[in-house]
């Protein structure tokens, strides 16, 4: 009789710590439901980290190139022709607009310069057809003076022309 006191007494004791520690079915949903949003919130932060790093490193990218035309040379210390350290210098400080308010046409800038690269006088001809895209190549234009100038003085040219084409950025 003591034995099985003892027995059923150790049973209770069992099914009550389990039933203390146990959550109701409510409680167990609604952790498992915070548990969740939590992981979709740091998810959702990693997404926005992922994204400000590659912008960064595009900016560093472009950064970087528009040094090395001015220089000469691309990134991985190849020479570069003249004209294609002005547009790579003019595109790493180009902030397109959206395609949606310039449309697909291009525009072409003629660009004057000084033997020094100061840029001396933008002009559009045929006329720009869209404001927004005009305005964010003289913008890009302007930033990038002065533009490179040929190490040979015979390959100079003071009028530059060159076509601009907005794209969407992937």
Same mark, same amino acid.
């Given at each position: 009789?003591? #034995? ?12 009550? &710590? ?20 939590? *992981? ?6 990693? *997404?926005?980290?992922?994204? %400000?790093?590659?912008?960064?490193? +595009?900016?560093?990218? #472009? ?32 902030? *397109?607009?959206?395609?949606? %308010?310039?449309?697909?046409?291009? &525009? ?19 006329? &720009? ?39 969407? +950025?992937?």
């Amino acid at each position: 009789m003591k #034995r099985t006191l003892a027995l059923a007494a150790s049973i209770l004791l069992v099914v009550f &710590c389990q039933s203390s520690f146990a959550q109701s079915p409510r409680e167990s949903s609604e952790a498992d439901g915070a548990v969740a949003d939590e *992981r979709l919130r740091q998810l959702q932060q990693i *997404r926005v980290l992922r994204a %400000e790093a590659r912008r960064k490193a +595009e900016d560093a990218e #472009r950064r970087l190139a528009a040094l090395s035309a001015k220089r000469g040379v691309r990134p991985d210390g190849t020479a570069i022709s003249w004209p294609e350290a002005i547009i790579t210098v003019i595109n790493s400080n180009w902030i *397109r607009p959206p395609i949606a %308010e310039t449309g697909t046409t291009g &525009c072409t800038a003629s660009i004057v310069i000084d033997r020094s690269g100061q840029v001396m006088s933008i002009d559009f001809k045929p006329a &720009c057809n869209s404001d927004p895209l005009k305005h964010s190549i003289e913008n890009a234009i302007i930033k990038s003076s002065p533009l490179p100038v040929p190490d040979d003085s015979s390959q100079f040219t003071n009028k530059i022309v060159a076509r601009f084409v907005p794209q969407d +950025e992937a």
